[in-house]
Structure formats: C-alpha cells, structure tokens
C-alpha cells in the first residue's frame, strides 16, 4: 500500500510562488507515475502535471495547458518524494492540489490508484 502525503500549501499574493511537496511511502515509488491534480470549489478535479521517470536519470514530465511554462514538476528517487514548484500563481490556480500515484493508462485522467489528502493553495488578489 502507498501512502501519499501533501504539504507546501499556503496563502500567497498573485504573481507569488509556492512549492508542494509529495511524500510516500511503499518500495515501489520509483514505478509510478506521479501526478499533481487540483480541484477548485464547485468544480471537476483537474489533471496539473505528472511526473514518469524512463530511467536511472531522466524522466518525462507532463502539463495542463494552463499551467505550462509557470508550473515545474520534479521527482526525487532516494527521498521518495515529487514537487510541484509554481511559479507567476494567478487566483485561478485557487484550489486544492492532490497528488496521486499509479500507472494509469492516461496520463492525465483519474485513473491513479492512490491519493493524498489534499493541500489547499489560495492565491489572492
């Protein structure tokens, strides 16, 4: 079983920055896809940025179009651990953000078999 565990979120000003981190736990973490989504109240949770890592020392990286270019997803092996550095937030980046793990056939569905509980990102004005 993997458990997953958020944390980084907080209150900044549009235009600010923000890092959250994903801590899990289990052997097999290097073996998933780690994926970063987001739900904003009153709506549908949303596909962020994913994380596969192909080998030793690379990895291929994904991202909604929305947060391209602002948003920088990072994995790291030895600390069991993937990042969601963003940058330029703007307050419809508001929402909460889930990390995920798994091997889903799409990258960028719901269709990870396990998830954190969730860090409330609030940018304001």
């Known amino acids: 079983q993997v458990q997953l565990v958020e944390s980084g979120g907080g209150l900044v000003q549009a235009g600010g920055s923000l890092r959250l981190s994903c801590a899990a736990s289990?052997?097999?973490?290097?073996?998933?896809?780690m994926g970063w989504f987001r739900q904003a109240p009153g709506k549908e949770r949303e596909f962020v940025a994913a994380i596969r890592r192909i080998s030793r020392i690379s990895s291929n990286t994904y991202y909604a179009d929305s947060v391209k270019g602002r948003f920088t997803v990072s994995r790291d092996n030895a600390k069991n651990t993937v990042y969601l550095q963003m940058n330029s937030l703007k307050p419809e980046d508001t929402a909460v953000y889930y990390c995920?793990?798994?091997?889903?056939?799409?990258?960028?569905?719901?269709?990870?078999?396990?998830w954190g509980q969730g860090t409330q990102v609030t940018v304001s004005y």
């Open positions: 995920a793990a798994g091997n889903p056939g799409s990258i960028m569905s719901n269709d990870y078999d396990h």
């Open positions: 289990g052997r097999t973490f290097s073996n998933y896809v």
